[in-house]
């Protein structure tokens, strides 16, 4: 039989590699530099997001879309999953699984200009979104909103 031995080095014969040294520097703090920076290296908003219109081409119009699954006869599922396929995933959020809409409809309001809102739902869901819009406090004009109704007796979609 053949038998293998393994050794291990001492410690004498292991060295260390000297560390560099961390070299600070002076950060641009002008507006066009920072914005500059920001279209070089993304950073993500206070809620995790990476948007804005320089992400955009000039002939596109983003899309967010807000889906009661749980509406009326629940056909959002179906809905929501046939969004998904045609749009970033990111851009459809399910308010039955996902929550509350304020964070991301902060996020994309701030860095979207141009922002279109899709709301699939009933009356009641609507109005969530609509109460969350007003909650941003932000100036007019707010983003065009169409709405797919969803729900059982869809009155709001009917009169508007």
Request: proline content about 8%; glycine content about 8%.
């Amino acid at each position: 039989t053949t038998s293998t031995s393994t050794t291990t080095p001492s410690t004498s014969t292991i060295k260390e590699t000297p560390q560099p040294s961390l070299i600070f520097f002076d950060a641009e703090t002008s507006k066009r530099a920072i914005q500059k920076l920001s279209r070089d290296a993304p950073v993500p908003n206070r809620h995790g997001y990476i948007l804005g219109d320089e992400f955009v081409s000039t002939t596109s119009t983003p899309l967010l879309v807000f889906i009661n699954t749980r509406s009326g006869p629940q056909q959002g599922l179906i809905v929501a999953n046939q969004l998904r396929r045609l749009l970033n995933p990111i851009q459809v959020w399910d308010l039955g699984r996902d929550g509350d809409p304020a964070t991301v409809l902060e996020s994309f309001c701030d860095g979207f200009s141009k922002l279109r809102l899709l709301v699939c739902g009933g009356d009641g869901t609507v109005s969530w979104i609509l109460s969350c819009l007003e909650g941003l406090k932000r100036e007019y004009p707010w983003p065009a909103m169409a709405i797919l109704p969803l729900g059982t007796g869809n009155d709001l979609a009917r009169v508007h």
